[in-house]
């Protein structure tokens, strides 16, 4: 069972800066995919950010050029580095990593940006 175990949210002031992390339970290399949904309360999922397992990036356009995604694979981990934060980018965070066409969630973790 594949486990993805996220960190790094919380509660910040516009323009702030957060780190999130998600370790996965097995190597990062077995994934096709890595990268990071979000839900905020009365929207639907979307998706903000993924790295292939090549190393290409794909950004929501919402958070371009102010997120930044990275991985480890000696730690198994996929960052998501968020600069500039709005009030907008508040919401669940979800690490997702896929292969062979099934999608693993973590827990989600919460990022709040007050105005």
């Known amino acids: 069972q594949v486990r993805l175990v996220e960190s790094g949210g919380g509660l910040v002031h516009t323009g702030g800066s957060l780190r999130l992390s998600c370790e996965a339970s097995?190597?990062?290399?077995?994934?096709?995919?890595m990268g990071w949904y979000r839900q905020a309360p009365g929207n639907q999922r979307e998706s903000v950010a993924f790295?292939?397992?090549?190393?290409?990036?794909n950004y929501a356009e919402s958070v371009m050029g102010r997120f930044t995604i990275s991985r480890d694979t000696a730690k198994n981990t996929v960052y998501l580095q968020m600069n500039s934060l709005k009030p907008e980018d508040t919401a669940v965070y979800y690490c997702?990593?896929?292969?062979?066409?099934?999608?693993?969630w973590g827990q989600g973790t919460q990022v709040t940006v007050s105005s």
């Open positions: 790295i292939s397992l090549g190393g290409t990036v």
């Open positions: 097995e190597t990062s290399l077995s994934f096709h995919r």
């Open positions: 997702v990593a896929s292969r062979n066409n099934y999608d693993y």
